[in-house]
């Protein structure tokens, strides 16, 4: 199944996209469920499927302004370096543990808005990524059961500002700009995806591939980054892990490539989405 977040009629909600339109579910699964974080938290979309089951699109996706597919995460959990090929152009060691920074959930937009070049850098890099979205939490998960924690999937462009990012060996100020997280258009649930390693991602820049890669390069695994993440830090459902971008960054080509108004990045992940965001520039 495919949920979207949105807005429409100026009231937030959530649904699922079904052959001609969105099913509402806004308060449909029960009356205190509003958003899709607050259906996962529930465990309630199951649920759903029984509750859409024999009912009719109410509306098109041209009525609604998509949000991004969680709005409100409790936490943004990024991986660095997690494919060898962008480890490998980045120059940086080998790794025993992966790389773990933070992204702020207002950061965030939804397909087809802009990512905003900031007024103080023209240094706007993409970053094409698998995001994964947590269904059932918890502390110290272990590996071998750490996929049935997944709620679903979604694609994300983790965009950078490279030369803040470079003020300190904190990533922090470079991954938080404002409307630079790209996050949709959908969460697609692990039974729709199947086996996550036999997928392939691709970010295009104006139509150009600039990263083409296998989720199975991963260098650690989903299960991997949800039971080391489970260990610092609680997972609770709606909760985001980006599980890193492959070589190819605009930051490491020569001559560098930045993003630029006027812009447009792909996130093509064939099985879980395409997102799309044209690229603007910060009043």
Not at 50 to 60: D, L
Not at 153 to 180: E, L, M, V
Request: proline share 7%.
């Amino acid at each position: 199944m495919q949920f979207i977040s949105y807005t429409r009629l100026g009231r937030c909600g959530f649904g699922a996209r079904v052959d001609g339109g969105i099913v509402d579910l806004t308060g449909k699964l029960s009356p205190g469920i509003h958003t899709l974080k607050q259906a996962i938290e529930a465990d309630f979309l199951v649920q759903a499927k029984s509750i859409i089951a024999g009912r009719r699109p109410e509306f098109t996706e041209a009525d609604v302004v998509l949000l991004p597919v969680i709005p409100d995460p409790g936490k943004i959990l990024c991986v660095g370096l997690n494919y060898e090929t962008h480890r490998a152009e980045t120059k940086r060691p080998d790794a025993k543990h992966p790389t773990i920074f933070t992204r702020f959930g207002d950061t965030q937009i939804a397909h087809l808005q802009p990512i905003l070049m900031p007024r103080v850098s023209d240094h706007l890099d993409y970053e094409a990524e698998l995001a994964v979205i947590i269904g059932s939490g918890g502390r110290y998960i272990a590996e071998e059961n750490a996929l049935d924690h997944v709620a679903g999937y979604a694609c994300y462009n983790d965009a950078t500002i490279r030369d803040w990012q470079r003020h300190t060996i904190q990533f922090t100020p470079g991954k938080n700009f404002p409307s630079t997280g790209a996050f949709g258009p959908q969460l697609v649930t692990p039974d729709e995806v199947g086996d996550y390693t036999a997928l392939r991602i691709t970010g295009r820049l104006n139509g150009e591939v600039m990263q083409d890669a296998r989720l199975s390069d991963l260098i650690f695994p989903i299960a991997r980054l949800i039971s080391y993440c489970s260990s610092f830090t609680p997972l609770r459902p709606g909760d985001v892990i980006l599980t890193g971008t492959p070589g190819g960054v605009g930051d490491r080509r020569d001559p560098p490539i930045f993003m630029k108004p006027g812009d447009t990045f792909e996130v093509d992940i064939p099985g879980v989405g395409l997102l799309v965001n044209m690229v603007g520039k910060e009043a």
